[in-house]
């Protein structure tokens, strides 16, 4: 499978996780059977924060529990949006297109933290 070999060995995901852009933050992860990676993010509240999302593997979605945040996650394309929680805490991420036997056990973790 192409993108699976090539995904992390691409420069727009070799740096995954939260990091500092004009503006805001972008969270870059990748998706694959059965786990996001990284599985955890900081991100501050009232910040715009811009998700870039691949697989490197079959179709996963990426829903932000009780937020209107949610993508599919496709191997060989970038998902990307961007948004701001207002409200501080912790959000359950899940994948929400079936993508085989664990996709149940395929989750991670959004911490949105309150201004200082
Ligand atoms: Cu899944």
Known sequence: MES???VWSDPRFAQRGV???AGGVTA???GMTFA???AEFRVPAGTP????LTSADVTHGFQIVGTNANTMVVPGYVS???????TPGEYLIVCNEYCGT?????FAKLIVEGAP
């Open 19 to 21: 990091t500092a852009t």
């Open 4 to 6: 699976t070999a090539t």
């Open 102 to 106: 664990g996709h149940h056990l395929m």
């Open 49 to 52: 924060v811009t998700f870039r």
């Open 80 to 86: 990307q949006f961007t948004t701001t929680f207002a």
């Open 36 to 38: 996001f990676n990284p």
């Open 28 to 30: 870059t992860a990748v």
